[in-house]
């Protein structure tokens, strides 16, 4: 079957780093996305990683090791409206889209 | 311009009956997926469209469940018989090509049925 994994919940604190990691297991795969989701909101469109590497946009970057079927969205200089679900995406053969499960993310003050 | 479309924006249903749920995709964008989501959970795959090529229907759940898209553009899913397992927030989503890697979702149609 198809899976990603990532974690169900992170806590950190305004201005830290946060890591959230994502693991799949995918029949084909094109490349890994991010979105971002507030409560009762639509997801959004954060990063996407088709190489190995990463890829910085602003306070967020995404990295991908297809080697390891791995990648990571980061963080920074977090603030309270970074308070959201987070999830990960491959986009599979036949272009077919498969979502992780969602790291939930509470920034404290 | 105009983003996704999704209506109803609630629905409240009884078992049993039939629903409709519609979605107006961004003009210009030729592949269209839908997805489900239960209360806190992740986005469940269930169809996608792409251009006029035959949909790939492989997330739909049961035979209860259909879905067209009329002329390349707005799409319907259909929901027969509903269950109260069928509950939950049905999201659209566009993207400009099946190759496109980032996808547009629209507000979502809250299904609660009773």
């Known amino acids: 079957g198809q899976s990603l994994e990532q974690p169900s919940e992170v806590t950190a604190v305004e201005g830290a780093i946060v890591q959230i990691n994502c693991t799949y297991q995918t029949s084909g795969f094109y490349g890994l996305s991010w979105y971002q989701q507030h409560d009762g909101g639509a997801p959004t469109f954060l990063s996407y990683?088709?190489?190995?590497g990463l890829e910085e946009t602003g306070r967020f970057s995404s990295f991908l090791s297809r080697s390891d079927s791995y990648g990571y969205l980061l963080l920074q200089e977090l603030q309270m409206k970074d308070s959201a679900s987070y999830f990960c995406a491959v986009k599979t053969g036949g272009f077919k889209t498969i979502f992780g499960a969602g790291t939930r993310l509470f920034v404290k003050a | 311009g105009a983003g996704v479309s999704q209506s109803p924006s609630n629905k409240v249903t009884e078992k049993g009956k039939d629903v409709e749920l519609r979605c107006d995709p961004i003009?210009?964008?030729?592949?269209l997926y839908w997805y489900r989501q239960s209360l806190g959970q992740g986005l469940e795959f269930l169809i996608y469209f792409q251009g006029n090529s035959a949909p790939d229907k492989s997330g739909l759940p049961s035979d209860r469940f259909s879905a067209e898209r009329t002329g390349g553009s707005v799409s319907t899913l259909t929901i027969q018989r509903t269950q109260q397992e069928d509950s939950a927030v049905y999201l659209c989503?566009?993207?400009?090509?099946?190759?496109?890697?980032?996808?547009?979702f629209g507000p979502g149609t809250r299904l609660t049925v009773t």
């Open positions: 003009s210009g964008h030729t592949a």
């Open positions: 990683n088709a190489l190995d």
């Open positions: 989503a566009s993207s400009l090509a099946e190759s496109s890697y980032e996808q547009y």
